[in-house]
């Protein structure tokens, strides 16, 4: 992995299904600032649509939606906080 | 010889699995910062119906004769060299230690919450904060009441829910929903952030009319205009606010310090439930960092296996979840769900919220571990099904 696609935070949400992986996802923002990018990794499926809903209401970027077999890999970047 | 379990903490889960050890094959100590022992889902009650009983017994009452308490509260606890230091200038030695430590309300993170909340109570902390929220929902005469959690980190995910809908109940029967207007604020997509669970309860909260104002994480509150504002740039305006504060893992420093996350979580393997890097040191409850719902039933589920691994038995952690969900009007669902198995949906009834309040009966009794055969088929009955 190159340097610079190194995630600043990762946040290791597999397994949450209740509350769900949008609350890691949610307390990783509450620490951010503008410019750090989130990798989250979670198993409920439901956190493709959570996630897309959450950066358009937040402004921030969904970088990619990569599917492992093993788990769902988000990258976010924090464009406002 | 026996060995020694040091427990720290006699909340639900510490005193359940003080009480389920083999005195003959350990010798139990419970470290308590606290006397009393309180049912925390009777504070929901305390606030939304006024109900009057206490729900509080003396910690002592609720140990077996071969658990020795120690009713002092831990202040360092030092993995490398085992030993555990106290308030009151004790040190205590452990072969093997649980940390049932729990965790704490903190609204001194969000500038203005720690004035709301002494002033409007709140339903998460005390029996005080309770009564003094149950004071201001039994006076209010209409107006805007605004309910949340101020973060998504919440002790017992169901509880938001559970508030608006039995402010509503109250309001319906004393005929002043008329005047007034229920706004519901959540940190996550939707009203309850399960899929299942919300398919139930969102269309119960639009027919009784209360408004829901998604992605919304509190920022800070203004006490002069009586405004909360989110991170997300949302603002709302409260006659009563009801704000679930932050939590925080408890006050306690550790050697290494790395066993805590950020929140002061414990950093806790999810099936053997022992925390990082300490083969004889386990977590359980509130106080860990584990994907699941920081609830009393979580907490006894993880005491069952951690008393199994320290009577050598195979213990493993499925990551079970089974939250009662009270509906108001009297129908409760529940939110049942595991690490591999996610959250059904489950169809409110009047038994659902039945059961609820037979939990709440037979709390006492259960700490004892008297009726864990009764449980063990609950469970096993209501196991959640592969997807």
């Known amino acids: ?44 499926p439901g956190v493709k649509p959570d996630v897309r809903a959450w950066a358009t209401k937040t402004g921030n970027l969904v970088r990619s939606v990569e599917h492992q077999p093993d788990k769902i890999v988000v990258v976010l970047e924090i464009l406002r906080r | 010889m026996p060995t020694r379990v040091l427990v720290i903490g006699g909340g639900s889960g510490g005193t359940m699995l003080a009480n ?38 003396p910690e002592r009452a609720l140990l077996g004769r071969h658990v020795h308490l120690v009713e002092d509260r831990v202040t360092r606890v ?17 072969d093997y230690l649980v940390l049932a430590t729990g965790i704490q309300s903190d609204p001194s993170q969000i500038p203005g919450l720690a004035e709301l909340n002494a002033r409007f109570g709140d339903y998460h902390s ?30 017992c995910p169901p509880s938001p829910v559970e508030g608006i809908l039995l402010a509503d109940e109250l309001l319906r029967r004393r005929g002043r929903r008329g005047a007034s207007r229920l706004v519901f604020l959540t940190p996550y997509p939707r009203p309850y952030p399960a899929e299942a669970v919300n398919e139930v309860v969102e269309p119960i909260l639009a027919a009784r009319g209360i408004e829901v104002m998604p992605f919304f ?31 925080v893992g408890a006050d306690i420093a550790f050697e290494p310090p790395d066993v805590l996350d ?14 990082q890097g300490f083969d004889n040191v386990f977590a359980i409850g509130d106080g860990t960092d584990l994907p699941t719902s920081k609830s009393g039933v979580g907490a006894h589920l993880e005491a069952k296996v951690v008393a199994r691994a320290l009577k050598g038995r195979p213990a493993s952690f499925d990551g079970r979840t089974n939250c009662p969900l009270d509906l108001g009007h009297g129908r409760g669902t529940f939110v049942i769900g595991s690490y591999d198995r996610p959250v059904a949906r489950s169809r409110p009834t009047r038994l659902k919220h039945l059961m609820k309040i ?11 571990g008297w009726l864990e055969p009764v449980f063990d088929l609950y469970f096993k009955l209501t196991a959640p099904r592969p997807s």
């Open chain 2, 126 to 155: 005390t029996v005080a904060q309770a009564r003094l929220l149950w004071r201001h929902l039994d006076a209010f005469g209409g107006g805007t009441i605004v309910l949340g959690q101020s973060t998504p980190v919440c002790k």
């Open chain 2, 217 to 247: 994480d509190v920022d800070r509150i203004d006490t002069e205009a009586s405004v909360v504002h989110s991170i997300e740039g949302d603002e709302v305006r409260y006659d009563l606010p009801i704000l679930i504060p932050p939590f």
């Open chain 1, 1 to 44: 992995m190159e340097p610079e696609t190194v995630p600043h935070t990762l946040v290791d949400a597999r397994g949450s299904a209740c509350p769900g992986p949008i609350t890691d996802l949610s307390m990783a923002y509450r620490r951010s600032k503008v410019g750090d990018v989130i990798e989250l990794w979670a198993t409920d």
């Open chain 2, 358 to 368: 037979v939990f709440g009966k037979v709390y006492w009794l259960s700490l004892r």
């Open chain 2, 20 to 57: 389920a050890l083999d005195h003959r094959r350990h010798e139990v100590t419970v470290v308590s910062a606290s006397s009393d022992h309180l049912f925390q889902p009777a504070l929901l009650y305390l606030a939304f119906t006024g109900a009057a009983a206490r729900p509080v017994r």
């Open chain 2, 78 to 94: 030092d993995l490398g060299s085992r030993q555990v230091s106290t308030a009151a200038g004790r040190d205590l030695g452990y």
């Open chain 2, 262 to 275: 950020p929140d002061r979580f414990l950093r806790t393997d999810r099936h053997t439930l022992r925390v």
